[in-house]
């Protein structure tokens, strides 16, 4: 039995039929990930309170050139590119800000500007967004850094101990990990692309691969903001200590 056809509202910005408060989904990403944005480009430029005793700020690390050689400014500004890069080409945080900062669409089933024509990623600069695989790799190469600080928060003045900073660090590098090891890129390249893995080589281990990075794909809109408060706290606690705000509590 046919019904009667369902009117589309005129195509403008913020039309729908929806009946909920859909833009109350996107209230947290503009504030945390603007947040967030602010705080790390102002620690970026700061240049300074970014280590103390064992604990070096990820902002930071690697760290390059801290007593300006050669580089006159932040040392984080060296190594911005890569974590900036991945984040920012991360096939989740683009559907984010696409919709938080860009309206592009709002959300599911809802209008977009009028005069919006629509290109894909293949002008700049989104047509940068396709190399999202190759920050993935560099990202890799960050978190063994970041491993390595959290190892080297471990040691105080060459004995073993475990400081707040040191569960700081080290849990921001675990949430770090999941967050890059959940990556989309890494499932495609364990096994996103075949058909058949029984007839590839490594075929079972590369399935066993691809359903484990599987599972922590399904959850890497969790890690990627779980991972980004991490940082940004680990950060701000290393800054707190090393300006002198608070004590750094010696719990072992």
Request: include cysteine; aromatic fraction near 18%.
């Amino acid at each position: 039995m046919a019904g009667s056809p369902t009117l589309l509202p005129e195509s403008r910005l913020g039309s729908t039929l929806r009946r909920d408060a859909w833009w109350v989904e996107i209230l947290p990403v503009i504030f945390l990930l603007g947040g967030f944005g602010l705080y790390a480009t102002l620690r970026a430029f700061e240049g300074k309170f970014y280590e103390w005793g064992p604990y070096l700020s990820p902002f930071y690390s690697p760290l390059i050139d801290p007593l300006h050689h050669w580089w006159k400014f932040s040392p984080a500004l060296l190594i911005l590119a890569g974590p900036l890069g991945f984040r920012a080409t991360c096939y989740y945080y683009r559907k984010a800000y696409y919709r938080a900062f860009f309206l592009d669409p709002p959300a599911c089933a809802v209008g977009e500007p009028a005069n919006r024509k629509y290109q894909g990623e293949t002008k700049f600069p989104f047509i940068l967004q396709n190399i999202h695989r190759y920050f993935f790799y560099l990202a890799v190469v960050f978190i063994v850094f970041l491993w390595h600080d959290a190892i080297v928060s471990f040691n105080f003045d060459g004995h073993f101990g475990i400081g707040v900073g040191t569960l700081v660090l080290t849990t921001n590098v675990i949430l770090l990990t999941l967050y890059t090891f959940s990556c989309h890129s890494l499932r495609h390249l364990a096994g996103g692309k075949l058909d058949c893995f029984s007839c590839a080589t490594f075929g079972m281990p590369r399935h066993a691969a691809w359903r484990g990075v599987t599972f922590l794909n399904e959850r890497h809109m969790l890690l990627a903001w779980c991972s980004l408060i991490s940082v940004g706290s680990a950060d701000f606690y290393v800054r707190l200590v090393a300006s002198g705000a608070i004590r750094d509590l010696r719990i072992l």
